[in-house]
């Protein structure tokens, strides 16, 4: 059965300070992967998706996710955060969508 | 484009209503919808996938009689949660594709507070 975990359930950092959202998925056979973002009482976002290609993919608010086949990590990181990115994000795993516990993002001034 | 609306986001009934609530594909066809439910502090589990036309396929541990849904378009599927109790009161999330193989697109959620 597929699982997906994220190691960390809650990550506090400084605004403007550098933060990795950790993910591992656990499918061997061909995956796609998935970063969605949930603000409090509302519904999940997509933020970025692996699906084929290169094995970095970026989103359009600054955060960017590696594909690494060896380690089966998709970990989430952003150089820069600010106060806004503070939410719950979810990794997910494709083929029947599978999400990982979230963590929660947050950005203190 | 993909947007997804989900009606009402948020519910107070008491115990033993039935409440339903509606997911909309607003500018795509959906295929296939998802029904996910949400606890506090929790990921999203998914309670079933539905297809238009035909019958929705449920999650293990999942109530079909109580939880039921209908896929009656390729935009529109509702969920009613019959004879609602506390333990139903949960955050629940629809979310909809134009097909298998494509992306889940989520709606906003509904909270439901059964009193």
């Known amino acids: ?76 990181r952003k150089p820069s955060v600010h106060i806004s990115d503070t939410a719950e994000y979810f990794c997910a795993e494709e083929g029947k969508l599978t999400f990982g516990q979230g963590t929660i993002l947050t950005v203190h001034p | ?40 502090k929790q990921s999203l589990m998914l309670m079933a996938t539905s297809n238009e036309g035909s019958k929705a396929t449920y999650e293990q541990g999942v109530e079909k009689d109580k939880f039921l849904i209908n896929h009656a378009s390729l935009t529109l599927s509702t969920l009613t949660v019959t ?8 955050f629940y999330i629809c979310s909809a594709s134009r097909d298998d193989d494509q992306p889940q697109h989520f709606g906003d959620g509904t909270r439901l507070s059964i009193l």
């Open chain 2, 1 to 40: 484009g993909a947007v997804v609306s989900q009606h009402p986001s948020w519910v107070i009934c008491k115990s033993g209503t039935s409440v339903k609530i509606e997911c909309r594909s607003l500018d795509f066809q959906a295929t296939t919808m998802f029904w996910y439910r949400q606890f506090p």
């Open chain 1, 1 to 76: 059965a597929q699982s997906v975990t994220q190691l960390d359930s809650q990550v506090p950092v400084f605004e403007e300070a550098p933060v990795e959202l950790r993910c591992n998925y656990s499918s061997s056979v061909s995956v796609y992967l998935f970063w969605y973002v949930q603000y409090p009482n509302q519904g999940l976002q997509l933020l970025l998706k692996y699906l084929s290609g290169s094995t970095l993919v970026e989103s359009i608010n600054g955060f960017e996710a590696e594909f690494n086949k060896s380690q089966t990590s998709f970990h989430l």
């Open chain 2, 83 to 90: 004879s609602a109790h506390p333990e139903d009161s949960s």
